[in-house]
C-alpha cells in the first residue's frame, strides 16, 4: 500500500518519463532541447484540497528521479463568475503545489482558469466542473448476489461529458489510473455482463462512479491523451464523483 507520499512520487516520476519520451520523439537528434512546462490538475468538488503538479520535459542526456519538478512556479485558479483567485503553494513534495484555504471552494457547474508561469514561460488552460449526483442503484450497505445483480443507476450530471464506473474491492488503494473503469454515457449499467471480471471473489466492495468534463474525457479516452491543455503540455480537467460501499456474494 502506497502512503500519500509515495502516491506523489510515483505520479510525478510516471509523469516525467511520459514527457521524457515526448520530448524525445519530437526533439531532433542534434537539436537543443528546449524545455516545455508541464502540468496536471484535476479539479473535484468532492476534494477537500486540490493539487496542481508543475514538472518540464526532459531531454534524453537528463536524469529523472522522484525528487524532479519545478519548484517557484506561480499557480493561480480563476473562479471565472466571481472573479477570485486562489493561489497554490508548494508543498515540501518538489512540483506539488496546493491551495491555500481551507474551504471546499470548487463549486459544480463552475468555469476555473488555470494559470501557471515560470522563467518567462507561460501555461494556460480551462475546465467547467460536471454538476455532483447521486447513485440510485445499488444502495449503500445492501448485499448483492451476483446470480441477480441489479441494474446499477445514478440520477444525470449536468455538464458531464461521460460516465466511468469503477468497481473496487474496499480494502484496495487503486483508483481510476490503474483499474480499467467501465465507460458510458448513460445513466445505468448493466453489471450483469462485467461481474465475472470485477466480482471474482464475495466480500466487500466500493463503487465509484466518475462524471468527467471534456478535458477528462479526452484525456482519458480520446486523442491526444497527452495534451488537454490551452497551451502548454499537460492536462486541466474537472470530475465530481460518488461512492457507495455494498457486499457482494459470489454464487
Not at 484540497?49 to 526532459?58: A, G, P
Not at 507561460?122 to 455532483?132: E, G, I, K, S, Y
Request: proline fraction near 4%; glycine fraction near 6%; aromatic fraction near 12%.
Amino acid at each position: 500500500m502506497r502512503t500519500n507520499a509515495n502516491k506523489h512520487q510515483y505520479l510525478l516520476l510516471l509523469f516525467a518519463t511520459l514527457f521524457l519520451l515526448i520530448s524525445c520523439h519530437s526533439s531532433k537528434p542534434k537539436e537543443e532541447h528546449q524545455k516545455q512546462l508541464v502540468v496536471f490538475c484535476v479539479l473535484s468538488p468532492n476534494l477537500s484540497t486540490q493539487t496542481v503538479i508543475v514538472d518540464k520535459t526532459y531531454s534524453i542526456t537528463e536524469t529523472i528521479t522522484d525528487t524532479t519538478g519545478i519548484s517557484g512556479a506561480t499557480v493561480l485558479i480563476l473562479d471565472k463568475e466571481l472573479l477570485d483567485t486562489i493561489r497554490f503553494i508548494e508543498s515540501d513534495t518538489p512540483g506539488f503545489y496546493h491551495d491555500d484555504t481551507n474551504t471546499r471552494w470548487v463549486k459544480p457547474l463552475a468555469s476555473y482558469h488555470l494559470l501557471v508561469a515560470y522563467e518567462g514561460d507561460t501555461v494556460l488552460a480551462t475546465t467547467t466542473v460536471p454538476d455532483t449526483f447521486r447513485i440510485t442503484r445499488p444502495i449503500a450497505g445492501e448485499t448483492l448476489h451476483t446470480s441477480s445483480l441489479p441494474i446499477f443507476t445514478w440520477t444525470k450530471s449536468e455538464g458531464s461529458k461521460t460516465y466511468f464506473i469503477v468497481p473496487l474491492q474496499a480494502d484496495t488503494t487503486d483508483t481510476l489510473g490503474f483499474i480499467l473503469p467501465l465507460i458510458t454515457t448513460d445513466t445505468f449499467l448493466d453489471m450483469n455482463l462485467y461481474k465475472d471480471a470485477y466480482f471474482d471473489s464475495s466480500g466487500f466492495y466500493r463503487i465509484k462512479n466518475f462524471a468527467l468534463d471534456a478535458n477528462r474525457y479526452r484525456y482519458e479516452i480520446g486523442p491526444p491523451r497527452i495534451d488537454t491543455l490551452g497551451d502548454g503540455i499537460g492536462h486541466f480537467g474537472s470530475e465530481t464523483f460518488d461512492t457507495v460501499r455494498v457486499y457482494i456474494i459470489r454464487d
